[in-house]
């Protein structure tokens, strides 16, 4: 461990999130018990993170093996221990996905988001965050982590027939509701038109 200025603390730290912040995400998805508590676990153990190193003014010896124990004991301090060990479940993916993940975050930022895109999403978001908590680890992991549907299924310990009918099937749902949301709007602005 070596002493570091704010600035190159800061950098540290920044440089710590972006490489581990995939796998704290995975880590606490797969193991939260509620959809609504993924943002408020991630931020803590980040900000546990950057508490420590500012306290000690130095880097962590094996960094990323620190956030993900972080990452642990923020689950057990959120949800309790015995909770914890009855949906214990592996995280780590053998595949790097980092760079494939870099890119696609950069192009996301280099593209202008429709308000109505952002309206769709957070209405999924809050469709799949009521439904069961399996099926929104598989969207999650699927589509947020880009996880193929194999490792989704070891991930989870569940059947790869099990991820693979829960995906679709709650797409073909998806797509129903907002199919059918579509063309209500869509009779709704004809009559106002036509002033029926």
């Known amino acids: 461990m070596r002493k570091l200025t704010q600035e190159a603390l800061d950098a ?3 440089q710590l999130y972006e490489e581990t912040y995939d796998a704290v995400l ?9 959809p609504s508590d993924i943002g408020d676990l991630v931020q803590n153990t980040y900000l546990g993170l950057y508490q420590r190193m500012r306290r000690a003014g130095e880097t962590v010896r094996n960094p990323h093996h620190y956030v993900m124990r972080i990452a642990r004991n923020e689950l057990n301090h959120h949800y309790g221990a015995t909770r914890m060990m009855r949906s214990c479940l592996p995280v780590f993916s053998p595949h790097d996905r980092e760079e494939n993940f870099e890119a696609i975050e950069r192009e996301l930022l280099e593209t202008e988001a429709d308000p109505d895109d952002c309206v769709l999403c957070d209405e999924i978001w809050e469709y799949l965050s009521r ?4 099926t929104f680890r598989i969207f999650i992991l699927y589509f947020s982590q880009d996880v193929g549907l194999k490792e989704i299924a070891q991930m989870l310990h569940v059947n790869e027939n099990t991820v693979k009918s829960r995906l679709y099937r709650t797409l073909k749902k ?3 509701i907002f199919q059918w949301q579509e063309v209500a709007e869509h009779e709704t602005k004809k009559s106002i038109s036509s002033g029926d």
């Open 12 to 14: 540290a730290f920044t």
């Open 26 to 34: 995975r880590y606490i998805v797969c193991h939260c018990a509620s």
């Open 131 to 134: 439904g069961d908590l399996l």
């Open 174 to 176: 998806l797509e129903a």
